[in-house]
T-cell receptor, first 116, second 114 residues
């Protein structure tokens, strides 16, 4: 199958610190990876689309300087929340589209970020 | 304008019964894809089923089937023989050709009772 991992699964940090979340496609190469944020009892909101080797495309209203995305290889994308504040506390989830199967996005298990 | 509409915030079904989760969509693109995902309380998004706009037949995957009515722009998910483990949030999503991203509906919470 198509497996996507995320690390860490949970992170608690102090306000003002930066947090890096990794998203890996374990058994396939991903042309494109996506980062979503989900607040409690709400739907997924796309933050940005990242293509390997190029700059990420951010959705309207998402601060690119605050949410840094790097997609250095076909199996790894990272999201760094810089100078995190309590309002950044959320569930962050990534997904990946496989080279072999561009119709389906496979999701990681998500990362619960809590900023104190 | 809302592209994906899920009008049922919550649904209840008894174990072994079938249940239909509604999804309507809005697009002027003739080519698009429709997806259903399941999100249990653990948070992971589990891909269930996919329907392409040009597919002649309704998609099926085990106990899941997609009732695709193109003229009505609806893509309802049918779960047959519900199981307790089916209790979760269910999201309908659409991807228009030419756009990489998925647009999600607001979700339906399904509770399966014994």
């Amino acid at each position: 199958g198509a497996v996507v991992s995320q690390h860490p699964s949970r992170v608690i940090c102090k306000s003002g610190t930066s947090v890096k979340i990794e998203c890996r496609s374990l058994d396939f190469q991903a042309t494109t990876m996506f980062w979503y944020r989900q607040f409690p009892k709400q739907s997924l909101m796309l933050m940005a689309t990242s293509n390997e080797g190029s700059k990420a495309t951010y959705e309207q209203g998402v601060e690119k300087d605050k949410f840094l995305i790097n997609h250095a290889s076909l199996t790894l994308s990272t999201l760094t929340v810089t100078s995190a504040h309590p309002e950044d506390s959320s569930f962050y989830i990534c997904s990946a589209r496989a080279l072999r199967d561009t119709d389906t996005q496979y999701f990681g298990p998500g990362t619960r970020l809590t900023v104190l | 304008a809302q592209k994906i509409t899920q009008t049922q915030p919550g649904m209840f079904v008894q174990e072994k019964e079938a249940v239909t989760l509604d999804c309507t969509y809005d697009t002027s693109d003739p080519s698009y894809g429709l997806f259903w995902y399941k999100q249990p309380s653990s948070g992971e998004m589990i891909f269930l089923i996919y329907q392409g706009s040009y597919d002649q037949q309704n998609a099926t995957e085990g106990r899941y089937s997609l009732n695709f009515q193109k003229a009505r722009k609806s893509a309802n998910l049918v779960i047959s023989a519900s199981q307790l483990g089916d209790s979760a949030m269910y999201f309908c999503a659409m991807r228009e050709v030419g756009f990489q991203k998925l647009v999600f509906g607001t979700g339906t919470r399904l509770l399966v009772s014994p």
